[in-house]
């Protein structure tokens, strides 16, 4: 939603509100006819304005909050399903177009990082939540047939972001500490099923990590899952 719902309907009332003025002008003058005019006219206009610039502003905040982008693509193919090892694809859709395969052993693989989000007035200016990918690890379903079996994990970590080779990272977030415009920085992680040809994609929002089965092998692991 363009910054023109809130931003037009907001000048409308601005120039309802000077109209508004002049009749106040008017009728201190006398001039009771260019006063009616100027009072009524304004008054409309102000008020039509101001209400449909706060929609056109709950919109906005809507579409932020709504907010989604891709981050990436997970195959899933089964090496040893009686074991459950599975070859697992990371694609990245940020940009970086990089793919990380990982062997993982267990039910479920689990994406996790970390992600950076905005005060809400910041959201509504455009800036929305960011992020750094960690790992992709293995999950079980029940915690007592983990116990005991060995974490398998890769490093999916991206390149360190280029402000970085000029600027030490302690520095950056003290600057971005004080532009006031952090809300807060929390650890996030979506897992789904492994199963055999199973695809999935990873999206961030500005809440965290949501990931959604894409073709009928996921859906149906997902379905199935205990």
Not at 88 to 113: K, Y
Request: glycine share 10%.
């Amino acid at each position: 939603m363009g910054t023109v719902w809130f931003v037009v309907p907001l000048a409308v009332a601005g120039v309802g509100f000077l109209l508004f003025l002049a009749g106040i002008g008017h009728l201190a003058r006398g001039r009771a006819a260019r006063a009616g005019i100027g009072l009524a006219g304004g008054g409309t206009a102000t008020v039509a304005g101001l209400v449909a610039g706060f929609l056109g502003l709950n919109m906005q905040s809507y579409s932020r909050l709504t907010y989604e982008a891709p981050v990436a693509d997970i195959a899933i193919r089964a090496d040893n399903p009686s074991q459950k090892l599975y070859t697992v694809t990371v694609h990245r859709l940020d940009g970086t177009n990089r793919s990380e395969t990982c062997t993982l052993q267990g039910d479920e693989w689990l994406l996790s990082g970390r992600v950076q989000k905005w005060k809400p007035w910041a959201n509504e200016l455009g800036l929305n939540a960011t992020y750094t990918l960690n790992q992709i690890s293995n999950m079980y379903y029940s915690a007592e047939e983990a116990n005991g079996k060995p974490i398998t994990a890769c490093d999916i970590t991206g390149p360190a972001p280029k402000i970085n080779q000029y600027l030490p990272e302690a520095w950056v977030n003290w600057l971005i500490h004080h532009m006031l415009v952090r809300d807060h920085r929390f650890g996030s992680a979506n897992f789904m099923p492994l199963a055999d040809g199973a695809v999935y994609k990873v999206v961030i929002t500005q809440f965290g990590f949501n990931a959604e089965p894409v073709n009928d092998a996921a859906k149906r692991a997902n379905d199935a899952r205990p």
